[in-house]
């Protein structure tokens, strides 16, 4: 489709800078594991999350910061099969709290 | 917390796990909730439509002092192109009655009342206590759960696993299977705050009365997927969801998708003026029936989104997560008036019911539909446009004669998609439909 540009490429933190968060701090919940090249599951999280939390550093890899996750769990299933993360559940109490969804 | 017993423990307090805690508390089981969140409904995202009949047959009354949105008098389903929507619209003062049949709803709170209720009929419910795993006897049998909270373990005959789609608990004890990326959708959600009586002029409503928008089409970008608004008293929930294996495939945000849904001409003046307070995501399990798992084994049940029991085609899935949350209630129920042990064999009690009423059979009737729409991508990219371009022509009278508009219409319909390719398409939906 043709997309009004204006739209896209916005900054995904503009969307979620109302959303409450109790960040667990220094114990992120996902951990993307060590590697060279990231596989093309995990390549696709850097567009995929709706948080926008994955991104490639200086040298192609791939790096998770969760402070804005929802707590889905599409990077758990679309990297299931390649195994490029660590997911857990937030412990009890911490993460993404709703008030109105 | 060590060492104490109970009757049942149900992990999770969303739908399907209020369902289940508050149908065995009620019959007077001793029933622990654990759940991660801080309050039930923080992590819970929905639509949301609530369906009526399947909470009056836990809560008769529910009405009296559930918070209820607005009761939905009118139905929009939309096929949308790049700048315009066919819609078929369906709205009846029938549905102005004394007890209306479906709410929109917000989760946070709702599921908060949900709980209150279950805590007063004798259920415990612990919060911010997230379930790591089961525990089982030498013979595998499940007898309890760890929690994070100081590493505590608690005991129980049965264990309710009502723990969402992400059901890590169980795949962890290989209970099921990892739910595959072409089976499970990824959902965006903002709510957006608006005075209710400029929800009710834009919406032609008045009082308690509520308006929701199904949408397919271009809106998805060639992934399979749909669009919805809801109108709730003072906001209006907008979302679009497709496919997480599509989402994959694309190189689409799921927030820029959401953000041309919601400039589209058809759909931005519903929303203008409104204040954004809240963004969500959920992943929505529509693999159907064929991606049902082992509902059952020793010591344990899966409810809600875990099993998977989303009726894609019809948008139902909390109706369907709060009837396997009861229905699992009531056979465990069942089983403890008998004195007989949570057995795999004896809990084959639950899915002998699931089959007997509408939940199964509804699944099984859909079977083939997440197959058919899977390798039908065109259904939402190429017919929306037609059926859009066939509107334009039949509606804009430009001095073209009638017989010529038709014959334009018929032909761009089989220069797109030839005869064969229209009969095989109607033909695939139907036997996936029957």
Redesign the interface.
């Known amino acids: 489709?043709?997309?009004?540009p204006q739209?896209?490429?916005?900054r995904?933190e503009e969307?979620?800078y109302?959303?409450r968060y109790?960040v667990d701090a220094g114990r992120p919940h996902i951990k993307v594991l060590p590697h060279e090249t990231p596989s093309k599951?995990l390549l696709?999280m850097t567009?995929?999350c709706?948080?926008?939390c994955y991104e490639l550093n200086e040298r192609g890899q791939a790096e998770i910061t969760a402070e804005g996750c929802?707590?889905?769990?599409?990077c758990?299933?679309?990297t299931?099969k390649t195994g490029d993360i660590e997911?857990?559940?937030?412990?009890?109490?911490f993460?993404?709290?709703?008030?109105?969804? | 917390m060590n060492n104490v017993r109970f009757d049942a423990i149900v992990v999770g307090a969303g739908l399907s796990g209020n369902a289940a805690a508050y149908t065995m508390a009620k019959q007077g089981l001793n029933v622990l909730q654990l759940e991660c969140g801080e309050y039930p409904g923080s992590k819970n995202v929905q639509g949301a439509i609530l369906y009526a009949k399947s909470l009056e047959e836990i809560i008769p009354d529910f009405r009296e002092n559930a918070p209820l949105e607005r009761h939905v008098i009118e139905q929009r389903m939309w096929t949308m192109g790049d700048s315009s929507h066919v819609g078929m619209h369906y709205r009846s003062d029938d549905f102005n009655e004394e007890k209306p049949n479906r709410y929109t709803i917000i989760r946070a709170q709702f599921d908060k009342w949900f709980s209150r209720e279950v805590r007063e009929v004798g259920a415990t419910l612990l919060c911010e206590t997230t379930v790591t795993e089961l525990l089982c006897d030498a013979s595998g049998r499940v007898i309890g759960v760890r929690t994070d909270r100081n590493a505590g373990k608690v005991f129980a005959d049965v264990v309710v696993l009502a723990e969402g789609v992400n059901g890590l608990v169980g795949q962890r004890s290989d209970l099921r299977e990892e739910v595959e990326s072409d089976q499970v959708a990824l959902a965006v959600k903002e709510m957006h705050f608006l005075p209710h009586e400029v929800i009710e002029a834009r919406f032609n409503l008045k009082g308690d009365e509520g308006v929701v928008i199904e949408a397919m089409g271009t809106i998805t970008d060639g992934m399979t997927g749909t669009g919805f608004l809801y109108t709730n008293q003072k906001s209006i929930s907008v979302g679009i969801g497709c496919i997480v294996s599509d989402f994959a495939e694309s190189e689409t945000t799921p927030y820029d998708l959401l953000e041309v849904f919601k400039n589209h001409p058809s759909i931005k003046p519903l929303i203008e003026g409104s204040e954004c307070k809240e963004y969500a995501s959920h992943l929505i399990p529509e693999g159907g029936y064929n991606a049902i798992p082992e509902l059952y084994g020793d010591g344990w049940l899966v409810v809600g989104d875990a099993v998977q029991s989303v009726n894609s085609v019809h948008r139902e899935g909390s109706n369907m997560a709060m009837t396997t949350g009861r229905i699992a209630g009531e056979a465990i129920v069942w089983l403890h008036r008998r004195r007989d042990e949570m057995t795999k064999a004896n809990l084959a009690e639950y899915r002998k019911r699931l089959e007997d009423i509408f939940l199964m059979k509804d699944l099984k009737k859909y079977r083939k539909i997440p197959g058919f729409l899977e390798s039908n991508n065109h259904v939402f990219t190429l017919y929306p446009e037609l059926f859009s371009d066939a509107a334009q022509a039949w509606f804009r009278v430009d001095g073209t004669d009638k017989r010529s508009e038709e014959k334009q219409i018929v032909g761009s319909f089989r220069k797109s998609r030839s005869v064969l390719g229209l009969v095989g398409d109607a033909f695939k939906l139907a036997r996936a439909w029957r």
Request: some cysteine; hydrophobic content about 40%; charged content about 15%.
């Open positions: 489709m043709t997309y009004i739209e896209k490429g916005m995904v969307k979620f109302q959303n109790l599951a696709s567009h995929l709706p948080a926008g929802m707590e889905c769990g599409t758990r299933i679309a299931a997911w857990n559940y937030q412990r009890g109490g993460g993404v709290l709703y008030k109105f969804c």
